[in-house]
């Protein structure tokens, strides 16, 4: 197992996992592909990938806001069937070490308001719920 930096050869990847997740909150993979891509092309945002006998199974994106030393933990995903492993923790640790290098003071995180495992997983690694945003996914959810 290893977590490493992705490349741009990694975004077939990277939407097949967020394409097999588990959670359906009004992405298909259409516009998951259109989302990841747009990601990739921002020079703010970094994607490291989860690799299980050299096969994908996870993801985290970090853009980052330098000037404010703010960076913000917008995806984190494993595939369905390697979830309850403790990939996701293995991926959150990680996201925290690449925000602390990059001299981030804070990480906020968007987590779907049904995601109730991230949350979870959030507040386990100290974060907290400050805001809900209505209607922030595609399909009017939280």
């Known amino acids: 197992m290893k977590i490493r930096k992705a490349t741009s050869k990694d ?9 097999n997740n588990g959670y359906k909150w009004g992405m298909n993979r259409e516009n998951n592909d259109k989302m990841i891509k747009e990601l990739f092309a921002d020079e703010k945002s970094e994607f490291y990938i989860l690799e299980i006998n ?11 806001d330098r000037k404010n030393k703010m960076c913000y933990s917008g995806f984190t995903a494993v595939v369905k069937s390697q979830q309850g492993k403790g990939y996701s923790s293995l991926l959150k640790k990680k996201s925290i070490l690449v925000a602390r290098k ?6 906020e995180s968007t987590v779907w308001a049904k995601n109730f495992r991230m949350i979870g997983l959030n507040n386990k690694f100290g974060f907290y719920v400050y805001d809900i945003k209505k209607n922030f996914y595609p399909n009017g959810d939280s």
């Open 102 to 107: 990059n001299n981030c003071k804070y990480i």
């Open 11 to 19: 975004i077939e990847s990277i939407v097949k996992i967020e394409s």
């Open 54 to 64: 050299n096969k994908p199974a996870g993801y985290f994106e970090l853009t980052f």
